[in-house]
């Protein structure tokens, strides 16, 4: 079961609250990981808990998109394989550390993780109930939260969302979205020809990363992250690769493209490589979705375009 509560005021946190009180009787462990606000209302109308209900701090889930979705996703298989009923109740963070003209994006890649989770989250044993703050989000996005989870939490209990989509069909629509073009004026344009480019383009962005305050482990995820789309790129589609980076504040940002013959499969990126065929090849794009904040793909035959997010405060947090 995945479900989204929307609130419109404090009040219709009543039904987060009788949702609390309903899991903390019925299943085996409850993770609640909410900002302080919510927590602070729930924790009044909530009541005394048992030992089941556990509270997360947002901060220890919601840093790399990737790494939200991966943690979530290991905790529901690890509570399945032990044969425990879980109950995650999760209100994402998409505003902090992110600057203000690319949170919607930020939204927008989040919101894909959300569809995707409907095939690869351990579900059968388990709920997930998101909350969305329509104070916090415009009605664009909570449209797309209605398309992304299969049923909605309302006064009267839990309800089938009527405009809820299959994960394929949301992200293949997502995916012939353009991006916006990049700036006119970039920090670099490269061309990679070939393999042997690529320690060329190693080089350039670990430069240009650290002249933007970014060291260790950050810069080299973002390194490796690049190179991996680029090599994807020379690998799957038609040589040469493009490769712009530029940066918006303190957030880093690289795109990719390159005339790929066929356009990327909705899905690509999401599931976990099979370890045995990675080794061949084919785990560059989900990589890069693991240390790049977010990551966002248009594809349609003859051109692919991988575009990446390195907000500077979630990437040093993130290594530290």
């Given at each position: 079961?995945?479900?989204?509560?929307?609130i419109?005021?404090?009040?219709?946190?009543?039904?987060?609250?009788?949702e609390?009180?309903?899991?903390?009787?019925?299943y085996d462990?409850?993770?609640?990981?909410?900002?302080?606000?919510t927590?602070?209302?729930?924790?009044?109308?909530?009541?005394d808990?048992?030992d089941a209900?556990?509270?997360?701090?947002?901060?220890?889930f919601?840093q790399r998109?990737?790494?939200?979705?991966?943690r979530?996703?290991r905790?529901?298989?690890?509570?399945h394989?032990?044969g425990?009923?879980?109950?995650v109740i999760?209100?994402?963070?998409?505003t902090?550390g992110?600057d203000a003209?690319?949170?919607?994006?930020?939204?927008?890649?989040?919101l894909e993780?959300?569809?995707?989770?409907?095939r690869t989250?351990a579900?059968?044993?388990a709920t997930?109930?998101?909350?969305?703050?329509?104070?916090?989000h415009?009605a664009?996005?909570?449209?797309?939260?209605?398309?992304t989870?299969?049923?909605?939490?309302?006064?009267?209990?839990?309800?089938?969302s009527p405009?809820?989509?299959?994960?394929?069909?949301?992200?293949?629509?997502?995916?012939?979205?353009p991006?916006?073009?990049?700036?006119?004026?970039?920090?670099?344009?490269?061309?990679?020809?070939g393999?042997?480019g690529?320690s060329?383009?190693r080089?350039a962005?670990?430069r240009w990363a650290?002249?933007?305050?970014?060291?260790g482990?950050?810069?080299?995820d973002?390194?490796t992250?690049?190179?991996?789309?680029?090599?994807?790129g020379?690998?799957h589609?038609?040589?040469?690769?493009?490769?712009?980076a530029?940066?918006?504040?303190?957030?880093?940002?690289?795109?990719c493209?390159d005339?790929g013959?066929?356009p990327?499969?909705?899905e690509?990126?999401f599931l976990?490589p099979?370890?045995?065929?990675?080794?061949?090849?084919?785990?560059?794009l989900?990589?890069?979705?693991q240390l790049?904040?977010?990551?966002?793909?248009s594809s349609e035959?003859g051109?692919?375009?991988?575009r990446?997010?390195?907000p500077?405060?979630?990437?040093l947090?993130a290594?530290?």
């Open positions: 079961m995945h479900a989204a509560l929307i419109e005021t404090d009040r219709d946190l009543d039904m987060l609250a009788a609390l009180n309903r899991s903390a009787k019925r462990e409850v993770l609640v990981v909410v900002g302080e606000r927590r602070a209302v729930l924790a009044g109308l909530a009541g808990l048992p209900v556990c509270w997360g701090a947002q901060d220890g919601y998109l990737g790494f939200a979705y991966e979530f996703r905790y529901l298989a690890a509570a394989r032990a425990r009923r879980a109950h999760a209100e994402p963070d998409l902090h992110v003209g690319l949170r919607a994006d930020r939204v927008a890649a989040y993780y959300e569809a995707i989770c409907n989250y579900l059968d044993a997930v109930t998101c909350v969305w703050d329509c104070r916090d415009p664009t996005v909570l449209d797309r939260v209605r398309a989870h299969p049923h909605l939490v309302t006064s009267v209990g839990r309800m089938p405009d809820y989509l299959q994960p394929e069909r949301y992200l293949t629509e997502r995916r012939h979205l991006m916006g073009s990049p700036p006119a004026d970039v920090d670099h344009d490269v061309s990679v020809g393999v042997a690529l060329g383009l080089s962005l670990g650290a002249d933007h305050r970014f060291d482990e950050a810069m080299e973002l390194v992250a690049v190179v991996e789309v680029a090599t994807n020379l690998r589609g038609d040589p040469p690769v493009r490769v712009r530029w940066h918006h504040g303190d957030t880093l940002v690289v795109q493209d005339a013959s066929r990327l499969p909705a690509a990126g976990r099979d370890p045995v065929a990675a080794v061949a090849g084919g785990r560059g989900w990589l890069a979705r790049a904040d977010m990551v966002m793909v035959p051109r692919t375009s991988v990446l997010h390195f500077r405060e979630i990437m947090a290594s530290s």
